[in-house]
């Protein structure tokens, strides 16, 4: 059996005054958590199950999805909410084990500008998506077709 051993830098950061960032963090687990289950199976559920299931799932499936703002904001909920949940577990982890001050600091902050950053190109990527865009190139027939249409 593995065993995990106890946190080894458990790190307190008791604030005097100010919001208690650290409850909010630990409600914000519990609450993102409720919502992910939801998103995530809903998700899943949309893509792989309903129609013709997981063989339906291509471009014009997800370019369908993208040129809807009822879809696009689910998956940009989905994104901002697992990845803010993410790096915060993350970030837990790393101040209950990393035993070096300046390390912990690098990996907090390598754990923030990462989901900031995917955060951005993400929501960028679902609101800015475009399926014509490259179109010239492309030898699908009903993409052509449907832009030159528009
Ligand atoms: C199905 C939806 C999810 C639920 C219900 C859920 C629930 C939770 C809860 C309640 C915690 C806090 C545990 C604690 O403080 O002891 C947690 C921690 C964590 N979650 Fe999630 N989560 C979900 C999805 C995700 C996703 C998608 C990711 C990754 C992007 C993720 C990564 C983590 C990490 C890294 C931790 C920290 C683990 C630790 O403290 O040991 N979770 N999760």
Redesign the pocket.
Known sequence: MTTIADPRSPRTSVRRSGPNLEKWG?IY??V???V??V???GHLFINLMVGEGIHGLDFAFIAGKFATPFWQWWDVAMLW???I??????R??VN?YVLNERTRKVLVWALWLSAGFLIVLGTLVVFTFDPCLGVENSTTEWLIEMCAAQ
Request: hydrophobic share 60%; charged share 10%; glycine share 14%.
């Open positions: 630990w687990m519990r993102s958590g409720v992910l289950v998103l995530i199976f909410l697992a990845l949940h993410g790096a915060n577990g993350m837990t982890i209950d």
